[in-house]
Nanobody, 125 residues
């Protein structure tokens, strides 16, 4: 059974940092891109960042570029999202996802092979 389990969320003050983790299990994720996205109450899902299997390709949404960094440890089947300079508007449930290959149109479309359950991030002002 394939599972993506996010962790690392919590409550942080504005300007602070958090590092989210997403541990994948249940199959090999060789060749899979990993994605982080978020959804705030009453808002549409928002793509944040993607990383290719090798880690050689990364793509960020403009809203987080320069503040968030995506990385992965293929040996641990884990992807990370380092979030710095957090703002109250970053408050949302953060999800990771896995998708075969690395197609930016597909990654931006939200159609992923596997999804996690999410972790709550709350940024207080």
């Amino acid at each position: 059974q394939v599972q993506l389990v996010e962790s690392g969320g919590g409550l942080v003050q504005a300007g602070g940092s958090l590092r989210l983790s997403c541990a994948a299990s249940g199959r090999t994720f060789s060749g899979y891109a990993m994605v982080w996205f978020r959804q705030a109450p009453g808002k549409e899902r928002e793509f944040l960042a993607a990383i290719s299997w090798s880690g050689g390709s990364r793509y960020y949404a403009d809203s987080v570029k320069g503040r968030f960094t995506i990385s992965r440890d293929t040996a641990k089947n884990t992807v990370y999202l380092q979030m710095n300079s957090l703002k109250p508007e970053d408050t949302a449930i953060y999800y990771c996802a896995a998708d075969l290959g690395y197609s930016l149109p597909r990654l931006l479309s939200g159609n992923y092979n596997y999804w996690g359950q999410g972790t709550q991030v709350t940024v207080s002002s």
